[in-house]
């Protein structure tokens, strides 16, 4: 995610004493804690109980193929299959990271994913992007070629944007987009934006209350180049 949103009044969290020059780190699985491990299967749980019905179709498909409710992800086993599907990769951040540099890991398809998971007393709510919410939110659409496509050219543009002093008018969109997008389907609307399908309490609300200002546009309107597609 753009650091432009989800930051918190205590400032940066996770390590970032062992961060590469673009942001990324080893996952470093091993050091996982069981009780990590449990939280995990706990949070995954309660939240694919409420994807059916509001989540879009190709959410859906992609997270029954991936099935990691029995323990958090090794990057390097989903990859696997992301790199087959879409030539997409993940690649493990210590946290939020500057935008010029989310957007150009999004330019050569990689997607920055936190190493960390959030504590037992954050277990309802959580104000920065943890493992669970990228991984849970974004990572099943990124399966989705059109999806990956967009992505990739988002990146793109946003290399672009900061050329023209705009990025953070990209960075804005993403939040209402690829974060708490929802688009209407023959089935009725669903959601494909990541804050909202990783948690309890936005997935029912903003499909399915009639209190939310939902604004639509359509996104035909948009030109969107041919991306350059890796080669295998």
């Known amino acids: 995610m753009p650091d432009n949103y989800g930051q918190t009044s205590h400032g940066l969290r996770g390590d970032y004493s062992r961060m590469r020059p673009d942001c990324t780190v080893d996952q470093d699985y091993d050091s996982y804690t069981e009780g990590e491990q449990d939280r995990w299967r706990r949070l995954y749980r ?16 992609a997270l029954e193929g991936l099935d990691y409710e029995a323990g958090l ?8 299959k992301l790199a ?20 150009e890991h999004l330019a050569h398809r990689r997607f920055p994913v936190t190493r960390w998971i959030r504590e037992e007393h954050e277990f309802d709510y959580i104000v920065e992007p943890d493992v669970f919410h990228d ?14 496509d967009y992505m990739e050219a988002y990146g793109r543009g946003g290399l672009k944007a900061e050329k023209l002093g705009a990025l953070k ?3 804005r969109l993403y939040w209402y987009t690829v974060e708490f997008g929802l688009i209407r389907t023959p089935q009725g609307l669903r959601s494909y934006g ?22 639509a546009f359509d996104l035909s309107l948009i030109h969107i180049s041919e991306p350059t597609r890796p080669t295998t």
Not at 73 to 80: D, H
Not at 84 to 103: C, Q, R, S
Request: overall charge negative; proline content about 11%; aromatic content about 12%.
């Open 135 to 148: 991984f849970f939110g974004h990572v099943p659409m990124l399966f989705t070629p059109v999806f990956g």
């Open 73 to 80: 992800p090794r990057f390097e086993v989903v990859n696997e």
């Open 194 to 215: 990541a804050g909202i399908l990783s948690s309890p309490g936005e997935i029912d609300h903003a499909v399915r209350s009639p209190k939310p200002r939902r604004v």
């Open 84 to 103: 087959a599907a879409t030539g997409w990769e993940l690649v493990a951040v210590p946290g939020l990271v500057p935008d010029l540099i989310f957007f």
């Open 46 to 61: 309660r939240q694919i109980e409420l994807v059916p019905g509001r989540a879009c179709d190709e959410y859906v498909e």
């Open 169 to 171: 008018w990209l960075a």
